[in-house]
């Protein structure tokens, strides 16, 4: 495929947090255009570490700004019981699942289980060394650190395990929603659109990382949101 024909694919950030994730300054109501601007024909408004009804209502608001032709996909990020991040596309759940349980959920609810950044630098987070029930790793996420060996490490993760690829911005400001996205071969309308591209692994991830300048200014914009409880 000729570049030109690759940049005019179809692009959805799948990894955002608006105020309701509670360390982000994303109005709800801005992301759409945003998104629109930033050349995106679809975005998944995750929200993470709150209970179900706090990232239901993020995505409600976020599609109640959207036009149509914005694919808005609700769900959470939770850190399950194995401490793996995993992004639940199509449906919400809590922190502390059991990963089975959840891959039993996603079934349960026709949705979609991403791994998210399984390679960027953290004390905290595990990474794989076996095959996870997940549909799909997100092997770039703009704020993986470093960015390019963690998104190489994901890539090899998903080939050893022939896994979907995905990519997201992680935005906590609108300055970097859209620097990583999903390229879709069709175009996704629907939540089952982007399910079926993701089961037959037709997606992939791509993007550039979020300066450190931007990553920093976002931690102080978020501040006041830190503050607040929702
Ligand atoms: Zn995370
Ligand atoms: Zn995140």
Redesign the pocket.
């Known amino acids: 495929m000729r570049k030109s024909d690759q940049n005019s694919l179809p692009r959805i950030d799948l990894h955002i947090h608006t105020i309701h994730s509670g360390d982000s300054s994303l109005r709800p109501n801005v992301v759409p255009r945003i998104a629109i601007q930033r050349g995106l024909s679809g975005i998944a408004i995750v929200t ?1 570490h709150k209970p179900s009804h706090v990232a239901r209502s993020a995505f409600r608001e976020v599609a109640n700004a959207a036009p149509e032709n914005l694919l808005v996909v609700g769900g959470s ?1 939770v850190r399950v019981r194995e401490g793996f ?1 995993i992004l639940t596309l199509g449906f919400f759940a809590e922190d502390g699942i059991p990963l089975l349980q959840l891959s039993e959920l996603a079934k349960a609810e026709s949705g979609i289980l991403v791994l ?2 399984p390679f960027t630098l953290s004390l905290r987070l595990p990474k794989p060394t076996s095959k996870l029930p997940v549909h799909a790793v997100e092997t770039h996420n703009a704020k993986s650190i470093p960015f390019r060996r963690s998104s190489a490490l994901a890539q090899e993760y998903a080939n050893r395990y022939q896994l979907a690829t995905t990519g997201g911005s ?1 935005a906590h400001s609108p300055y970097s929603i859209g620097n990583c996205y999903t390229v879709t071969d069709t175009l996704c309308e629907t939540l089952d659109d982007l399910i079926d591209a993701i089961a037959k692994k037709r997606t992939r991830g791509s993007g550039k990382p979020t300066p450190i300048p931007v990553r920093f200014g976002e931690i102080i914009l978020s501040l006041p949101y830190r503050l607040r409880r929702f």
Request: aromatic share 0%.
């Open positions: 993470h990020e991040h998210a950044h992680d």
